[in-house]
């Protein structure tokens, strides 16, 4: 009898089933997982001990994140398993009824809004929170919604509480600068959101080993919006407006200056008619060819959820930004049961879907490759009960992201009236104009600052784009399509008093005091 070859040997062994391939992957699955453990109970003991409580929290919050990442094989949605959506999915935003000034009062007893305050003012060259930004007569996006709020709560008698969920980069800055509402008749709440160490890609273990967040910024990360509802709950806020009778909140980013309160939408959430209440709204809004990266809804799996393009499959990226296939994207203002958001965390279905951040970044002078594990805010529509998307005029979707959008909120397309901004009567049609300003002089917001000597008329503006050295003096007006390009070496200034009505200005035109 010959003795088997032993690379026979391993051929057979391995093709005898793959059970044990599973087992070994689970296995490995299993030790990264006890691994990741002991250092996150190791940092979490180093934390300050007032801290310590919600840091072990924190931590296991974070655990439970990385068990579903690690658990997580092939992609969270099969594309040919997606349903059309059905009717009543999307409700239009034009069939809710107008309440009665009687009845908001005691609507707005019942509701809590909410301000996503986490990001910096980085990539517009702002040191800080974004959220003190200037956006309008020298008020920045966190006056604005002081304001809007304050209006409601004298206006309608009520006390309508106001929640920042900040994150480590935003906490203490906005703690200082909330002090100076105090006076005003607004009860604010700040609570931060969970801080998460990065992990190493080989090792899947922190890059930090203390739990020093100031000394080793580069180490942590707020893990996404979509932290909100285990941190909301860690906070205490939750329960204590459970407890006082509130029955939802309005989440939205506070760089969105349409986010506004809506009576129409909280009047659907509260007095549904002949339907019972819906525990989540989406509010959606019509993609153009400028949103197409944009999260949209689909039916999947008898739910309702949100499609991010980090879930489509390359392969179906052309479809998924197709304004035929995908009417509409998700604006980020979503209305929320607080029962609710109680209940799927205490009974553990609120499993959203990860967003894997591979990053390469310096710390401690190495070049280090990192996952950020994070979770959207929206993606939790699917775990709730009756959950709906409501189609919302364009007008509730003013995100401030760029300098070419600061542009247009400072402009006089728009008046203020109480901390909103309202689209001038004067402006023949509701869509806001196109623009592109080049990142070279105009991304940081001092540069754009400095080259308007005051903001242009934009009332029959349809699309601007300026690139290069430009300029632009006082009183001056855009009118239809306008293209300024000031070639590399040269110089563009636009007169004062200049009217350009489709217009393509290229060269070089230097106007100097004499």
């Keep these: 009898m010959h ?15 793959s059970s044990s391939s599973r087992e070994f992957r689970e296995k490995t699955k299993q030790d990264a997982l006890n691994n990741l453990n002991k250092e996150l109970n190791k940092l979490a003991d180093m934390a300050p001990p007032a801290q310590r409580e919600l840091v072990h929290k924190e931590m296991q919050g974070f655990s439970d994140l990385f068990e579903r990442f690690l658990a997580e094989e092939g992609p969270s949605v099969q594309w040919d398993r997606m349903e059309k959506l059905p009717d ?79 994150s480590f980069n935003t906490d203490e800055d906005t703690e200082k600068i909330i002090r100076k509402y105090k006076n005003l008749q607004v009860e604010i709440h700040t609570f931060s959101q969970s801080c998460y160490p990065r992990i190493n ?3 899947l273990l922190p890059i930090t080993n ?18 909100f509802y285990k941190s909301f709950q860690n906070s205490g806020l939750l329960r204590k407006f459970i407890e006082n009778n509130r029955e939802y909140c309005f989440i939205s980013n506070i760089d969105n200056l349409g986010a506004t309160v809506d009576m129409q939408i909280l009047n659907k959430l509260l007095n549904p008619a002949q339907e019972s209440k819906h525990e989540f709204v989406m509010e959606v809004t019509d993609k153009t060819r400028a949103d197409v990266k944009g999260g949209t809804l689909i039916q999947y799996e008898n739910k309702l959820r949100l499609l991010e393009i980090a879930q489509v499959p390359k392969e179906h990226i052309d479809d998924f930004k197709s304004v035929k296939t995908f009417k509409f994207f998700n604006t980020n203002n979503i209305w929320a049961k607080l ?19 591979d990053k390469t970044i310096k710390h401690k002078g190495n070049n280090l ?5 994070e979770t959207a805010v929206g993606a939790a529509m699917k775990v709730f009960e009756n959950a709906i998307g409501i189609n919302v005029p364009r007008s509730r979707f003013l995100p401030v992201k760029k300098t070419s959008d600061l542009l247009l909120v400072m402009s006089n397309l728009y008046s203020m009236r109480n901390g909103s901004l309202v689209m001038s009567p004067q402006r023949m049609f509701p869509t806001t104009p196109l623009v592109k300003l080049g ?12 080259r308007f000597a005051n903001i242009p008329d934009l009332i029959e503006l349809d699309h601007l784009t300026v690139s290069g050295d430009v300029t632009f003096g006082r009183s001056v007006s855009l009118k239809g399509t306008v293209i300024i390009i000031a070639n590399h070496g040269d110089r563009i200034d636009i007169p004062s008093g200049a009217l350009l009505e489709n217009k393509i200005v290229s060269g070089n035109l230097r106007i100097l005091d004499h």
């Excluded at 003795?3 to 089933?17: A, C, I, L, M, N």
């Excluded at 009687?102 to 060259?125: C, R």
């Excluded at 020093?212 to 979509?226: L, T």
């Design 201 to 203: 890609r080989e090792t």
């Design 339 to 357: 029962s609710a958001i109680e209940r799927v965390l205490n009974e553990k279905t609120l499993n959203m879907e990860i967003i894997t951040n």
């Design 88 to 166: 009543g999915a999307v409700r239009n935003y034009q069939t809710l009824e107008v309440p009665t000034t009687d009845l908001v009062h005691q609507m707005l007893q019942k509701l809590v809004v909410v301000k996503l305050n986490g990001g910096l003012g980085t990539s517009m060259g702002c040191h800080g929170p974004k959220s003190v930004i200037t956006v309008r007569n020298n008020l920045t996006f966190l006056d604005l919604t002081v304001q809007q709020i304050e209006h409601l709560n004298k206006t309608y008698k009520v006390n309508v509480p106001l929640v920042l969920m900040n």
């Design 369 to 373: 490759n990192v996952i950020q594990l």
């Design 439 to 450: 990142d070279n002089n105009f991304s940081k917001v001092n540069d754009f600052l400095n």
């Design 3 to 17: 003795p088997q070859h032993p690379q026979t040997e391993k051929v057979k062994g391995h093709s005898r089933s």
């Design 210 to 227: 203390g739990y020093d967040i100031e000394k080793d910024v580069e180490a942590w990360y707020p893990p996404g919006h979509g932290d």
